[in-house]
């Protein structure tokens, strides 16, 4: 069969612009996975010498009694190393996503192609908005369930049974709060964060790290000198530590004591208020690289 000689070509798919942009920067960036997959090897390579050197002989000697939190140090912590390294990752991201091609001057040929300057900062905003979350889970479930592995050849080999580990060790539940943990406080409440550097990396000519941080760090100078407060300080300080107030109770976020607040959190004005800058600082993150040119 031929094609009618008159039928027009297909047209590419509403999306394939921005999927491809997204696949350029995991091309360019390859720290945003190698990074999470080194710290999370790391971890696994570190649990495996400690159980053969028999540190966690004592901690894997379960009975009904053995608190959960004991149990769940290990795995807490990696969860916190690997979430820790995907933070830094996101902030060295956002300030070289958009100051990185005019310095390179490859922002002459990005241009050049049909993608417009909207769709080219979307893209770099989902890296550490979506992408970042999204590898940090799957490398934190990988680590801990190897973890939870080793942990099992550990208790077989000592001759005792790895039932009692099964049932007082859930990382089902603790994978949810991980999920949680990172699509609230990750994706959304740090989002003026990489909002802001995005705007930065596309405005400053240079040291656009020292721009970045520069400001907030004279704006807490003025105030605690001009006002005799640290109001300024404290939010900031807050927003990066994530502090919601949505999670009441527990020991940590990923403790099985706190409980899922997703609607109190979702009524914080401080979330909305968020968005709202960060939608404010990729506006002007889109008209700066439309028209700063090449360093």
């Not at 999927?19 to 960036?29: F, P």
């Not at 995907?86 to 040929?109: K, M, N, Q």
Request: with cysteine.
């Amino acid at each position: 069969m031929t094609s009618e000689p008159n039928a027009l070509p297909r047209p590419a798919g509403a999306t394939q612009p921005f999927y491809w942009s997204v696949q350029r920067e995991l091309w360019e960036y390859r720290s945003i996975y190698v990074a999470p997959v080194i710290v999370g090897a790391v971890i696994v390579f570190g649990f495996l010498l400690s159980a053969m050197a028999g540190i966690w002989e004592k901690a894997l000697r379960l009975d009904a009694t053995q608190p959960f939190a004991k149990l769940a140090e290990p795995y807490d912590l990696a969860a916190l190393l690997i979430m820790g390294t995907t933070f830094v990752v996101a902030i060295f991201y956002c300030l070289e996503a958009l100051h990185g091609e005019r310095r390179d001057r490859s922002i002459l040929f990005w241009k050049s192609l049909p993608v417009s300057d909207f769709t080219t900062v979307l893209s770099k905003a989902s890296i550490p908005l979506l992408v970042l979350p999204l590898v940090t889970f799957v490398v934190t479930v990988a680590t801990q369930w190897l973890m939870l592995m080793i942990s099992i050849a550990v208790l077989l080999m000592q001759g005792s049974g790895a039932g009692t580990l099964w049932t007082q060790l859930p990382l089902a539940h603790m994978w949810v709060m991980v999920l949680y943990h990172l699509l609230a406080i990750h994706s959304l409440w740090y989002a003026p964060i990489f909002g802001y550097l995005l705007m930065v990396s596309a405005w400053a000519r240079r040291a656009a790290f020292l721009w970045a941080f520069l400001p907030l760090l004279a704006i807490g100078i003025i105030e605690k000198i001009g006002f005799r407060s640290t109001h300024f300080g404290g939010w900031l300080g807050s927003r990066i530590a994530g502090a919601t107030g949505a999670t009441p109770g527990g020991d940590g976020v990923l403790s099985p004591m706190t409980h899922l607040s997703p609607g109190r959190f979702l009524v914080n004005p401080g979330l909305w208020l968020g968005l709202i800058l960060c939608a404010g600082f990729l506006a002007a993150a889109v008209r700066l690289r439309r028209y700063q040119g090449p360093i």
